[in-house]
């Protein structure tokens, strides 16, 4: 089975075996929001355990 292009671009694993992911809503109209909330955006962040399954599904790690 292939690994899916777009999950294969969006997520990592680290080390303990959790999977990295990236926050959304940081692309554009970004004068509307705050520089606090710009920030937060932009560090990265780890997968909900509810969505983990799925998404070494796709990155075919189970």
Known sequence: MKTKSSAKKRFKLTGTGKIKRKHAF???ILTKKSKKRKLALTHT?????ADENNVKLML???
């Open 60 to 62: 075919r790690l189970k």
């Open 45 to 49: 962040t780890t997968v909900h355990e």
């Open 26 to 28: 940081k692309s554009h």
